[in-house]
């Protein structure tokens, strides 16, 4: 073997009296972090001396091989001007590549409200988005999400567990408010649905013990418009609710109660409203296989069926609906393993999952291109696994975001923002919510006390840093 020529192309020093040259890059076009090679000549070896911009923003150089340059592409790159200088001073050279890149915004994970507190104290404060970061305001427990069906998609409630009051965020004015609050017969909000109509929001409430007559215990409240949901009716009774939803066909109340694992339906428009009536003209849908244990019910769109979610026991169950008794039917297993916890992306019961909580059905174009009879799939938070995952129709889980950043440590949890599986990593993810028409996923990050965003990153994000601050 013979060494190479020290003056050869590659290990050859940068010359100032001898033109550089682009002849070409690649590849054109890539979002933020891809990895690019700059060729042509005289480039040299020591990259200290060289400097890479893209649409004026500085491309890290990672190596020079004097007739190429191996660089990464920043984040938010406006325009594509490649520009390369190389040397200091008098001996400086800089030239453009006559092409340009073409920056692609990648879908990532940032986040939009809340910073976590050293003293742990989680008030409901109001203001800004951007005073959360700066004024340290955090979220005390982001378990439930719902967009007003009337100002869609500009406002979106947050449903709080164990005693804390509603939140309502302004994301088209980016504020956050304090809406309804706990008290009386409202102790504990678990999740909300609407009338079909829009104008009324209602709220499950998980109250009372196993031991209670359901008649003492309120297991649903309504709110509505007219009085800018700042109070409460009694709408229902039964205890420890964990969850509620209204069909979007027979416009009729659906409600669980966690000591039996029993599911009622109430139609609330024939009988009234208040414990008495709900009572006496509720019927009984079913039981879930496990008692005392939290579930919550999700409807798909078309009202076709409904996915009961046992947050924990770790798996997710389907039951189809009957149009004609107005009643879904027994459920089966869908995916995950009844008391088998643990992290697992394959179909069914193979599947592995650790207290899913919150899901949203999300609807899928190419299901829709190849006329499949289902559009949706359904993306739900995996709260103990601390990621998002995707329930397809024929039962297959993936993991969508989260579990990041594998060299920071061998934790799946923390509070790392960028992108959804290389990077970004969550800490108890509990609420989950989809705007369809900006294709944003909203996420409720409980032990980060944060409200989380995935979607195309934000050119306004520079702004205020703090959203893409990555946190061990």
Not at 162 to 168: A, E, F, S, T, V
Not at 278 to 288: F, K, L, P
Not at 396 to 413: C, I, W
Request: charged share 25%; net charge negative; proline share 4%.
């Amino acid at each position: 073997m013979s060494c190479k020529d020290d003056n050869d192309g590659e290990t050859a020093p940068y010359d100032p009296g001898t033109p550089i040259e682009i002849t070409d890059f690649t590849p054109k076009e890539g979002g933020a972090k891809t990895r690019v090679i700059i060729n042509g000549s005289n480039f040299g070896t020591d990259t200290s001396i060289i400097d890479v911009t893209i649409g004026g923003k500085k491309a890290p150089v990672i190596n020079a091989k004097g007739n190429s340059i191996y660089c990464m592409i920043p984040g938010k790159v406006k325009e594509g001007n490649l520009i390369l200088t190389i040397g200091k001073g008098s001996d400086a050279q800089t030239v453009e590549a006559k092409d340009k890149f073409t920056y692609v915004r990648k879908i990532l994970v940032s986040t939009l409200y809340g910073k976590e507190r050293e003293d742990g104290h989680y008030e409901p404060m109001d203001g800004s988005f951007a005073e959360s970061f700066t004024k340290y305001y955090g979220v005390a427990e982001p378990t439930w999400f719902s967009f007003d069906p009337k100002d869609y998609p500009n406002t979106l409630y947050l449903a709080q567990d164990n005693g804390k009051p509603l939140r309502i965020f302004d994301l088209k004015n980016e504020k956050i408010s304090t809406g309804l609050k706990t008290g009386g017969d409202l102790g504990r909000m678990r999740t909300i649905t609407w009338t079909v109509d829009g104008d009324t929001m209602i709220i499950a409430n998980d109250g009372g013990s196993g031991g209670d007559p359901d008649i003492n215990i309120v297991s649903n409240v309504y709110a509505t418009r007219a009085d800018n949901f700042s109070s409460f009716q009694v709408l229902a009774a039964g205890k420890q609710c964990n969850g509620s939803a209204i069909h979007p066909r027979n416009k009729e109340l659906y409600y669980n109660s966690y000591t039996k694992g029993d599911i009622y339906r109430y139609d609330y428009r024939q009988w009234g409203v208040g414990k008495d009536n709900s009572i006496a003209h509720r019927d009984y849908m079913g039981s879930i296989q496990d008692n005392n244990w939290e579930f919550n019910m999700v409807i798909h769109p078309t009202g076709n069926y409904a996915y009961i979610v046992v947050i924990n026991q770790h798996y997710i169950m389907r039951t189809n609906y009957n149009e004609e008794t107005k009643s879904f039917g027994t459920p089966y297993l869908l995916c995950g393993q009844v008391g088998q916890s643990g992290w697992e992306d394959k179909v069914g019961t193979s599947a592995r999952l650790n207290s899913p909580y919150q899901g949203v059905f999300v609807k899928n174009q190419q299901y829709v291109d190849e006329g499949k009879s289902d559009h949706y799939d359904f993306y739900f938070c995996d709260r103990h696994n601390h990621c998002i995952r995707i329930l397809t129709p024929e039962g297959l889980v993936t993991t969508f975001a989260g579990r990041g950043s594998a060299g920071l440590n061998d934790k799946p949890y923390g509070n790392v923002n960028g992108d959804l599986r290389e990077e970004a990593r969550f800490d108890q993810p509990a609420a989950i919510a989809y705007d369809s028409i900006n294709n944003v996923f909203y996420v409720g990050d409980i032990e980060n006390h944060s409200i989380r965003r995935i979607g195309l990153e934000n050119w306004d994000d520079e702004e205020n840093p703090e959203k893409n601050t990555v946190v061990e």
